[in-house]
């Protein structure tokens, strides 16, 4: 049984702050401190919004910040700073990063390589041990905590998505439509997993490319989508696959999110939201939102809270 509400009237705004530019990485929150980067620029904040400081760096900024301990982890364009809680640079560690690129021509746009239009995000500083790990536009790299210094690199495609950790494998969704399995300490390649794409007319599409979505980690199985109109849950050990399922014409549009046995996630042109047994792959939910859905679902007790790109807000509550 599903119940929706949706959810259309304005909530009351508390307070707002105005950044210099656009906010792409989800802000981080540690005990009275809120954590943003606007464009170039990191922003500390009190919870009542008011500005502690702010530290312009020299590029632009479209990771999430990470948070270990006394330093804040920020990913920008041209490579991982490491900063003090008062917003001093204690490392950097040059890594230009332009992420996902495509021939124009494959868009219509000409001759030139340009920056893939939906490869906005970038992946946050994953922190495990002394060892900070992020995804790049050259595969994935992992520094030294304390230093900054190399610890090892792996050539892959571009890895927008945040990383995740299984013991002692980093999981690395890629834009090349593979999943990898990294090991944590030397960055040897343990499995890949090599996605579909669809097999009707326009497959060759450079558009179906890429697992460009974060990962998300649940009982020992890797469960990702990608643009190829796929969903896969994978054992986090081996890269082996599980079960998948395929939609029609549409990216899978966001993150997926677990609730109980069942993993939910968007669709892009599918207009929808999906649900399936993360145990055996059995459908349980298609709830249609008429919009694409790419911000990942929340979840809030028994409900799913589902955004869409047209401004609606769904609660939609999961009765067995």
Known sequence: M??????????GIQWQFEAGDRVIGKPTINVDRIYIAGGKTVYALAMDGEELWQ?????????????????????????????????????????????????????????????DPWGWYRSSPRVYGETVAFGMSGGVQAVSKKTGE???????????????????????ACWNNSVY???????????????????????????????????VLHDGRVFAGTRATYFYALDADDGSE?????????????????????????LSDGFAVMGFRHDSGAQTLFFRTES?????????????????????????????
């Open 55 to 115: 530290r312009e760096l020299a590029g632009d900024i479209a990771a999430g910040i990470t948070m270990d301990e006394d330093r804040l982890f920020v990913h920008s364009s041209v490579g991982l700073h490491a900063l003090t809680e008062a917003g001093e640079e204690i490392w950097f560690f040059e890594s230009p990063d332009r992420g996902p690129l495509v021939d124009g021509r494959s868009w219509g746009w000409g001759n030139e390589v340009l920056a």
């Open 181 to 215: 399995g990294l090991d944590a300490t030397s960055g040897e390649v343990r499995w890949r997993f090599q996605g579909g794409v669809p097999s009707s007319k326009g497959a060759d599409w450079i558009g179906y490319q890429g697992f460009h979505l974060t990962p």
């Open 242 to 266: 599980a079960w998948s399922s395929k939609v029609g014409a549409s990216w899978i549009g966001s993150p997926a999110v677990i609730l109980d046995e069942a993993i939910y996630y968007g």
């Open 292 to 320: 694409p859905v790419f911000a990942q679902p929340q979840v809030h007790g028994s409900r799913l809270i589902v955004g869409t790109l047209a401004g609606r807000l769904f609660s939609i509550c999961l009765l067995y």
């Open 150 to 172: 190399l610890i090892w690199q792996v050539p892959l495609g571009p890895v927008t998505a945040d990383l995740v950790l299984h013991e002692d494998t980093i999981v690395a």
């Open 2 to 11: 599903v119940c929706l509400h949706s959810v259309l009237s304005a909530a």
